[in-house]
């Protein structure tokens, strides 16, 4: 029974500091207005994972009279946008650096996928799913 704990314990520490890395950064999304603008897809940036080869789109966009170039987010085996795709970004006010591809119905489930875990953990060891 000891060893479930601290089990659960880890668990429960793993989900919550999954989460923090999260919101640290979507803290400000959600307290800031929003700021937008049309992106250009300008590359491709390169990574690996598990030893395939990984890409993800360079995207360049004006905010504030400066020019930012960003990477998205979301790498994939192919590359999700082509060089020249037009596609609209957004950030929280003065903070063009944390601009994104809006998605919510990802970052909606990245929280479910960490949130779920969290929530089974405080229950069992609360007692309420035993």
């Known amino acids: 029974m000891a060893m479930e704990r601290i089990i659960l314990w880890i668990v429960l520490g793993f989900c919550g500091f999954c989460i923090w890395l999260l919101v640290r950064r979507d803290f400000l999304r959600?307290?800031?207005p929003i700021r937008e603008a049309q992106a250009i897809v300008v590359g491709q940036a390169s990574g690996r994972s598990d030893g395939v080869r990984t890409?993800?789109?360079r995207l360049r966009f004006e905010a504030d009279g400066k020019?930012?170039?960003i990477t998205d987010q979301l790498y994939g085996s192919?590359?999700?946008l082509s060089?020249?795709?037009i596609c609209r970004v957004t950030w929280p006010e003065g903070r063009p650096d944390l601009a994104r591809i809006p998605?919510?119905?990802v970052w909606l489930g990245v929280y479910a996928v960490l949130l779920y875990?969290?929530?089974?953990?405080v229950g069992r060891l609360t007692g309420?799913?035993?």
């Not at 875990?117 to 953990?121: D, F, L, N, S, T």
């Open 128 to 130: 309420f799913l035993d």
């Open 55 to 57: 890409q993800a789109a």
């Open 103 to 105: 998605r919510p119905g």
């Open 78 to 80: 192919r590359p999700a």
């Open 117 to 121: 875990p969290a929530g089974i953990v």
């Open 30 to 32: 959600w307290t800031h």
């Open 67 to 69: 020019v930012h170039e």
């Open 83 to 85: 060089e020249g795709t």
